[in-house]
DNA sequence: AGATTAATCTAACAAACGTTCGATGGAATT
DNA sequence: AATTCCATCGAACGTTTGTTAGATTAATCT
């Protein structure tokens, strides 16, 4: 196969497209991502997509190559949205700042990435394990490396003795996580501002439910 | 309309089916569930059901009247199964016994009703958020029963001074139980008991992950 | 054994799906 | 004012979807 050379005085990754296609694109997206957070993968469809973003089916095409580079782009936007949220939070503290509260700071993080950052992050993680798994391997790099930050963070508290070694962190990260992701399934945020849960759950995992002897 | 009078010696509330009716209906049912807790809602098919089941797919109408009945089905088996397993491992405890230990049995059934028991209780966590409004509200009396088991087990600790009252309990619950529930997502039964998992999770619940000074 | 009912198969249906493509109007460029 | 390109529409395509119904086999009963 013989592939059709650029002209050589080709701008170069030149987006020769008006300022138009953004906004439609950004559309789709949101679009996407709201339908992709309440009615999950399969009955996302593009027609609703299209009703949604107050555009026509076919008229996606223009902007996206399927469906599935959609949802794909959806996906890891919110991935994405969650860990830089919490990366950054983090490189904003200052250096002599504590193991706990750089957990505190990070519990807070993604709290406030998932719950007040649009239906990507939500989408993100209601719908990551019900995709095909090409989708699940696009986005894993991103997965990954916030895995490894939380394994970090917490292995570095309990080697200088700031939280309790006995503890498996194998186990506490997803655990605590999972606490957290969960929210998306019932927080509601005309009763309580997302610093509240994140203030007990810190304290929650700080502390424990017993009382002060 | 006129409805065809049943014979009036027939015997009422027969189950006028053979033996293999109800192996059938449970492999369908199973393979449901196995296909609803890894796809999601919108991607089960009815033949990819049937193909699981070992059957056709017009064949499943003879036991179902629809593809939602027997998703509801799967849905309302999974929250009864983790229902009735905390409330009966509960039931089974003496009566003196304390409200800590009954919150840790309590933790520790809903784990086990949750990755031991099939695909039902995942499929029913995982799927509950993005199915049909109308199949959310059959089985809510259920969940709603569910939450107030956990409300009252934790007001009546709080209430005896068992576990501290400056917790909002309307916001340690759900973020006790989505820990607990986000397990469907990562835990694996080659790797660990699930006693483990719920050994971890007391400890953390009840002491916090500070050091003990 | 013959008759009756239970359970499944096969083949088709209309609707909805992702996707394609030529026509079309508006905006920017010349 | 003419032309070029951007963005969308509208209608169609081949598949797959849930569902139906008659034919067919397996099991049970008299």
Do not use: C
């Not at 957990?103 to 019900?130: C, K, N, P, W």
């Not at 655990?175 to 019932?186: D, F, K, P, Q, R």
Request: charge should be neutral; avoid cysteine.
């Amino acid at each position: 196969m013989t592939e059709t050379a650029a002209p050589l005085n080709a701008p170069l990754n030149a987006p020769r497209r008006g300022r138009k296609s953004a906004l439609s694109r950004g559309q789709i997206l949101d679009a996407a991502a709201r339908m992709l957070r309440r009615q999950g993968y399969g009955n996302t469809t593009l027609r609703k997509i299209a009703e949604v973003a107050g555009i026509q089916a076919g008229s996606i095409y223009y902007h996206f190559a399927s469906k599935d580079e959609i949802l794909d782009a959806v996906l890891e936007r919110g991935v994405r949205a969650v860990y830089e949220g919490v990366r950054d939070a983090l490189a904003a503290l200052p250096d002599n700042v504590g193991h706990l509260q750089r957990i505190e700071t990070a519990v807070a993080a993604h709290l406030q990435a998932l719950l007040s950052h649009g239906d990507y992050t939500s989408a993100s993680i209601r719908t990551y394990g019900e995709v095909p798994e090409a989708f699940q391997q696009k986005s894993q790099p991103l997965r990954e490396a916030y895995v490894v930050l939380w394994q970090d963070l917490l292995a570095a508290a309990q080697a200088d003795g700031a939280i309790r070694s006995d503890l498996d962190p194998h186990i506490l990260r997803p655990l605590l996580l999972g606490s957290l992701n969960w929210t998306v399934e019932w927080y509601d945020p005309a009763q309580r501002p997302v610093a509240d849960i994140a203030a007990q759950a810190v304290d929650m995992l700080f502390h424990g439910v017993l009382p002060k002897d």
